[in-house]
């Protein structure tokens, strides 16, 4: 294999695209990137990096026996050398001996000359191309050229730095050569000629430059794969060592390409066509038995035969599980694999990104949608587990002129996450999503150019593009669809679990209106201004008159109000803490009022690019469910950086809790409590006497509670009907505060 340094003479086939699951971690431990700045910033607990869940197709640029040098298809750049481990370098290695040749690396530069190198022994010659002769292609020390005549020579490195010429001998007269292809061995090369219209190919070998014809009345453009024992070409085979005369078999044609022969068998990979539902896979089809086999399963993208007879394919389950194997010849003629390199998912620009209950949610371009894909934090928020695919591939969401925050997500607590979405006729839709790759929900919002402004658990807040239109959209426990809740005149308003704030009659108060009872709670903020802007979070409530005007938070709790700075520039309150970004340093800050004094520090700086003009999810997200903050920094990393603020005691945001007419295995209980941070968990059902029949346990998705009862007791019997009483024992994942413990009755039956 011949390294060109213009990269002219480099073979890039289309590789058949196939999509994978995304199901591996793409994220790393903490090392705080490079800041702006004297201001001493706090550490970064992790980063993640979202990745392609297509796999990536590799080109390699060289193979040899004791490794190969590969890059992206996708990207041009010096490439990634992979060693063989426990590979032993010859203990000579030259042109006088072309068996070493498997490890020479040939550079041309279009001139004059061929430098070349043994790669483990550090050998190295020259080949000077005679004038008059033109370069074809190298196999091993071997290089191949063509005169002005049609000739083919085989030049190779002498001893006393001069260059020997073979001219090829043994060409039918009157044949025009059309291809010359190096393969699984450096002992030959393959020629592709035609004479009177007919197209024919044979092997040269390259000790003496002697030609046999070995196929004929093959395609114009021949597929060809050899080894030392075999030839094939355009699904033609032979025995390298036949009688001369020795008619080619024929072999039963496939939808898919020839990839190498090793040992005995002819390799046969990318398909132009799977069954649904399957995944594309390297086959062999033995060349001596006519039997075919799986080499390796889940693989395609590009394949290449080495010149020590054997190949390199990718495979792997997933884009995040995608490794280079190296197929080798067995003493039997049969095939052994090795997995020999890892290579890492192409990186996805990151287009939106949210937060909620311990989980990192992220927007990006996958195929021919978008995708949200998800990241699990542990409780001090750094990344753990995979990333994974939590919604469907989705059409390009709503983005309105200007608006550097798109898609709108907002992360709702329950492993789910809400965003717009405009059909071809310009219906506006409130989705819901995350649970899962075909998780969805959605509702018409009878509107169009319009905003998400808040959300928990089923409840969604909607702002519509037509003046004066607000909207609460529910989506209920085990609902395909959603339903518009509340309609009223729009006003700054939040939601938090089932509660609505809005303005109240006077100007500075503010009314939380609870969407299930109807009961209302008042709160006076001291300030008689226009509100604005209003965000709840537990006990506490944010509230701003605008840029000019004043702003702060209000801890229903302690009754009392702290101010906070205002300013134009968005921000988002958190457990006991509010974030904002300063537009002119690019600095984002976080505001303690945990104690009840507003203490403001700087937790990052942005990049000075791509500036938020549409929401404070554009660039960064705060966990309002007592997590940290995250933020998209250089290179495509967001970065995640804790609060160190105290959070709030665990609490109960809105159930949905029932007794269902019958439970089975396939329809079970299925209730959900919305709590306000993420939490591990006990259910235990008894019978009204307190005998307990049933324990289940579990961790959160996000901070949201969602057990499954099949009506069976811990022994695995059926349950008695009749009336249970049930409890629920949360227990926060961080370790602040107290256990919550609920309870209630079911009737079964």
Not at 55 to 73: C, N
Not at 253 to 267: K, Y
Request: charged share 15%.
């Amino acid at each position: 294999m011949t390294r060109s340094r213009n990269k002219a003479i480099r073979s890039r086939r289309l590789a058949t695209a196939v999509a994978a699951g995304a199901v591996a971690l793409s994220c790393a431990a903490a090392a705080s990137p490079a800041q702006a700045g004297p201001v001493l910033l706090p550490s970064p607990v992790g980063f993640v990096t979202l990745r392609s869940e297509q796999p990536t197709v590799v080109h390699y640029m060289w193979a040899g026996a004791s490794g190969f040098q590969w890059e992206p298809r996708s990207s041009a750049g010096p490439g990634t050398w992979v060693d063989y481990p426990g590979f032993v370098p010859p203990a000579h290695a030259g042109p006088d001996d072309l068996a070493t040749g498997t490890d020479v690396v040939s550079t041309w530069d279009e001139g004059a000359e061929v430098a070349q190198q043994h790669r483990s022994t550090g050998v190295t010659a020259t080949v000077t191309i005679p004038a008059g002769q033109t370069y074809r292609t190298t196999s091993g020390w071997s290089v191949l050229t063509q005169d002005a005549s049609g000739t083919p020579h085989v030049l190779r490195a002498a001893a006393d730095g001069s260059t020997t010429d073979l001219p090829v001998t043994g060409l039918p007269a009157g044949a025009r050569p059309t291809g010359y292809l190096p393969g699984g061995s450096v002992r030959r090369a393959a020629l592709v000629y035609t004479l009177d219209g007919t197209t024919s190919v044979g092997l040269v070998d390259l000790r003496d430059g002697t030609f046999r014809s070995y196929v004929t009345g093959v395609a114009a453009d021949p597929a060809v794969r050899f080894n030392d024992r075999w030839l094939v070409a355009d699904w033609r085979h032979i025995r390298v060592d036949s009688a001369p005369g020795t008619e080619p078999g024929r072999l039963p044609r496939s939808p898919a390409e020839l990839v190498a022969v090793v040992g005995d068998q002819l390799l046969i990979g990318n398909p132009t066509f799977v069954l649904p539902g399957t995944k594309p896979a390297l086959t062999a089809l033995s060349l001596t038995t006519g039997e075919t086999g799986t080499v390796l399963a889940n693989s395609y993208g590009e394949m290449v035969p080495t010149p020590d007879g054997g190949a390199l394919a990718t495979a792997g389950p997933s884009s995040f599980d995608w490794n280079v194997h190296r197929i080798t010849p067995t003493a039997d003629g049969s095939t052994a694999t090795t997995k020999v390199a890892r290579v890492p998912a192409d990186r996805v620009p990151v287009e939106g990104l949210a937060m909620a209950g311990g989980e990192l949610f992220l927007d990006g371009r996958q195929g021919n949608g978008h995708r949200i894909s998800g990241f699990a934090l542990n409780a001090v928020g750094a990344p753990v587990g995979p990333q994974t695919g939590r919604s469907p591939v989705l059409a390009d969401p709503t983005c309105l002129p200007g608006d550097a925050a798109c898609p709108q997500l907002e992360a709702l607590g329950d492993g789910r996450v809400a965003q717009l979405y405009t059909d071809s006729s310009g219906e506006e839709y409130v989705t819901r999503t995350g649970l899962g790759t075909a998780s969805l929900q959605s509702v018409s919002a009878g509107d169009s150019r319009g905003r998400i402004v808040g959300g928990t658990g089923r409840y969604v807040l909607y702002d519509g593009g037509t003046p004066g239109v607000q909207k609460v959209v529910d989506f209920p426990r085990g609902a395909t669809t959603g339903k518009v809740l509340l309609s009223r005149n729009r006003t700054a308003a939040a939601l938090w679990g089932q509660v609505l704030w809005t303005p109240g009659s006077t100007k500075g108060s503010i009314t939380g209106r609870d969407l299930k009872t109807g009961r209302t709670t008042a709160v006076v903020t001291g300030f008689r201004c226009r509100l604005t802007d209003i965000q709840a979070v537990d006990s506490r409530l944010y509230w701003s008159c605008g840029a000019a005007g004043p702003a702060g938070v209000y801890d229903r709790a302690a009754k009392r109000n702290i101010p906070v700075p205002a300013g134009s520039a968005p921000a988002r309150l958190g457990d006991g803490f509010l974030v904002r970004e300063n537009r002119t340093t690019h600095q984002l800050l976080l505001t303690d009022v945990h104690t009840g004094t507003a203490k403001t520090s700087v937790l990052a700086v942005l990049p000075t690019t791509d500036q938020n003009t549409g929401g404070s999810n554009g660039r960064w997200a705060v966990d309002r469910f007592g997590g940290p903050i995250a933020y998209l920094g250089y290179d495509g990393k967001v970065w995640i950086v804790p609060s160190r603020v105290p959070t709030s005691p665990l609490a109960q945001l809105e159930a949905q809790v029932y007794s269902p007419s019958a439970i089975t295995r396939s329809a079970p209980w299925a209730p959900v409590w919305q709590l306000s941070k993420p939490t591990s968990w006990t259910l235990t059902l008894a019978t009204p006497s307190g005998t307990v029949r049933r324990t289940l346990t579990g961790t959160s998705t996000g901070a949201s509670v969602r057990p499954a009862w099949d009506g069976r007791t811990d022994s695995g019997g059926a349950a008695a009907t009749g009336r249970y009483t049930w409890k629920l024992t949360a227990r926060p994942r961080d370790g602040q505060g107290r256990n919550l413990t609920l309870t209630g009755t079911i009737t079964l039956g």
